[in-house]
């Protein structure tokens, strides 16, 4: 593996499952792997999780780790070509990849979508000039428009708790006072659809996700019907992603929370979600707070996902 951007840089969920089950199990083994690499994660945007699972799992391989917050102690980034530069952004992005590139082995990129400009979202712009100019291998620690270590967690979580083979995976939308972006959503639908889950996607009308990643899912506009008999619950909130409506926020309608009376409608679901998470809004204390809630295995399983990406990338040296 040279780049990680999508569950499709695995040659298959399966060799992607089994070789997390291997990390999950011996977390020490390849030490020696990572001795006299460097690892350098970039973050654009604010992190918890990723920040330090990722360093954890370069630790773990034996890497040294550097962190960079691009918007705490370094220059401001330009980020278009041809923009006269006389205003705040000291330096452009064009010489601050490469030289980010010169320091290390590996670079962790953290570029949320701005809702600017939904072809330079979509686009992946800030991804792939890291990917272009950096001369390393790169890897997505949440970009525009997927996050794929995270839905590798969240498979990884559904895979140690699912009493079936099939398992009924419902992804519902659930309001937020802020327009997030459709990575997570994206990132989950496109692994999801890797699988022979039964995988149903539900939200308000207007919240259609691109169909790139919503493939073959069910969408149904009813979240009753869709939690129906499910195995998992998996919420998430999203900014509308048609054109008309890019980035926006249609609704704030508190009927789609997930709580206690959303739960009993499901085959004793176990509840999901990616963090950080809105309480009372997305989900209710008492469904967050249940013996059913898998928030904090999955960020656990943070450090797996991200330590099998490396891996993978330090194989490939
Ligand atoms: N789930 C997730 O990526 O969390 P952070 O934004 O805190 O890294």
Redesign the pocket.
Known sequence: MRHFTSVHDFSSIGDALSKAKYVKENPFADHELGKNKTLLLVFF?????????TQKAGLNLGMNVIVLDINQGAWKLETERGVVMDGDKSEHILEAIPVMGSYCDIIGV?SFARFENKADDYGEVILNQFIKYSGRPVFS??AATG?P??SFADLITIEEYKTKARPKVVMSWAPHPKALPQA?PNSFADWMNCTDYEFVITHPKGYELDSKFVRNAVVEYDQDKALAGADFVYAKNWAAFNDENYGKVLSKDMSWTITSEKMALTNKAYFMH???VRRNMIVSDDVIESERSLVIPE?AN?VVSAQTVLKEILLSL
């Open positions: 945007n604010s992190s918890l999780r990723t920040r330090l699972s953290r620690m949440e996050h270590l995270q997570v990616c963090l950080p960020a943070r």
